[in-house]
């Protein structure tokens, strides 16, 4: 059996995908469906952003 290698995102295209998800305009499993990515990857990613934008401030 062949291993898998782990994706790796490019911070860019990151940004575009939670960017995407905190607009509420779609859910996160539509949002995840559209850019090709895992729903909980997703969450993980809006979550972490809502974490840290308060200390760019």
């Given at each position: 059996?062949?291993?898998?290698k782990?994706r ?10 939670v ?5 509420g305009?779609?859910?996160v499993?539509?949002?995840a469906?559209e ?5 909980n ?5 809006k ?11």
């Open positions: 059996m062949a291993s898998m782990r790796q995102y490019e911070a860019a295209f990151k940004a575009r995908v960017l995407e998800a905190v607009k305009e779609k859910t499993a539509q949002v469906s850019y090709g990515v895992h729903p990857q997703v969450r993980q990613w979550e972490h952003l809502l974490n840290v934008l308060p200390g760019l401030f």
